[in-house]
């Protein structure tokens, strides 16, 4: 039988194509495909600017930076998420307020609203799995206590919030090209869409080391800069994302159909468009059925196993540790099964006929 991977990244000749396209140009960084693709980015995302940088991780330290984060600041950000959310403000000596996710796996906000202070400065959601946020409601708590916004979209591009793309709706959005994600680049590569264009402005200069022309530095900045060769294939991506995500929300609807009565399907509010980058079940016998299903050759993940309030990279510098109990238990329970933009629904139907086996159901 062959082997299902959890996911797949599309390589064709097009790809290939604009790879040497760039690589024949003479020009490999920030030159005219890194042009073009932040102009076709921001068009996409219905924002007036997007920088990229060579990672989310990165672009989003350097926005941390001119924001001004620092010691005393605290920011809320869902413990459920990849560690780099909040590993940016903890380099910059501000404090994660981690609160619990509600059954969609994003943030409870009513646990948002408990846990602002008089310290707290910002908000990150994060569309954890492509299911974004109420993010009207996070602006309305915003807007009452003077905080930003970051929509954390590494998860999420081509999302839909009633009907709007996210990555545009707040502050700022932050977006990761990491070769897994919905929008890749084939490489490492990050982004942020924003509106505020002096922010753009500094941004853009802090990314290359601080300059307006080629000797000019009006302050020290860093190389975070994206290359060429990159660009070009983030384009063609572009091109294929809408068409990879409805591929992505078949596949979802078919394991919904399948899987119900055996195992937790994810629930999608109607409001939201997601558009799974991981599909993401709750079951029992977790750790069985994983090893069960890499017996018949079918890959699943855990995302994450561990949670971030407990990360001991978090626990040094922040000793009080607080409970979340949905948070706890779900990292017990969940399940990435195989998903992306080329898979068949045939390739679908074979994981759930291994999952029924499993548990001695038969699919629907
Ligand atoms: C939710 C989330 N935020 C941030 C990141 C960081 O992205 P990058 O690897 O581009 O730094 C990732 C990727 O792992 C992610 O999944």
């Not at 996409?44 to 620092?70: N, R």
């Not at 916004?149 to 932050?174: H, I, M, N, S, W």
């Not at 979802?252 to 980058?277: C, F, M, S």
Request: net charge neutral.
């Amino acid at each position: 039988m062959q082997k299902i991977t959890l996911s797949k990244c599309y390589v064709s000749a097009e790809v290939e194509e604009a790879a040497l396209r760039a690589l024949r140009s003479g020009q490999y960084i920030l030159g005219k495909e890194s042009q073009a693709f932040e102009a076709e980015l921001a068009s996409y995302t219905g924002v007036k600017h997007c920088i990229l940088g060579s990672s989310w991780t990165l672009i989003v330290y350097l926005l941390h930076q001119l924001q001004g984060i620092g010691p005393g600041d605290e920011i809320i950000v869902p413990s459920h998420t990849a560690f780099p959310t909040m590993e940016p403000l903890i380099h910059l000596g501000a404090r994660p307020v981690f609160v619990d996710v509600d059954d969609t796996f994003v943030m409870d906000l009513g646990q948002v609203r408990a846990a602002i202070t008089p310290r707290t400065v910002g908000i990150i959601p994060v569309y954890l799995y492509g299911h974004p946020v109420d993010v009207h409601e996070v602006l309305d708590i915003a807007a009452k206590h003077h905080l930003w916004v970051l929509e954390d979209c590494a998860q999420a591009q081509g999302a839909k919030y009633r009907g709007k793309t996210v990555g545009g709706l707040a502050d700022f959005g932050a977006f990761s090209f990491f070769p897994s994600k919905n929008l890749t680049v084939l490489g490492d590569g990050g982004c942020i869409a924003t509106n505020n264009t002096q922010m753009a402005e500094r941004l853009r200069m802090l990314r290359n080391h601080g300059r307006q022309g080629k000797y000019d530095h009006e302050f020290p900045g860093y190389n975070v800069r994206f290359n060429e060769i990159n660009a070009a294939i983030g384009r063609v991506m572009l091109k294929h994302l809408d068409e990879f995500n409805e591929n992505r929300r078949r596949i979802a609807a078919r394991y919904n159909d399948r899987l119900k009565g055996i195992v937790q399907t994810p629930p999608e509010r109607e409001w939201a468009k997601a558009v799974y980058h991981m599909y993401v079940i709750r079951c029992e016998r977790r750790d069985e059925l994983q090893k069960f299903l890499k017996e018949h050759n079918i890959d699943t993940g855990i995302h994450y196993p561990k949670p971030n309030h407990l990360q001991p990279a978090v626990t040094a510098l922040f000793p009080y540790v607080p409970k979340l109990p949905r948070t706890e238990q779900f990292v017990k329970e969940i399940l990435s099964l195989p998903i992306h933009g080329e898979m068949t629904v045939e390739t679908a139907d074979r994981v759930c006929e291994a999952i029924g086996q499993f548990y001695g159901k038969k699919p629907s």
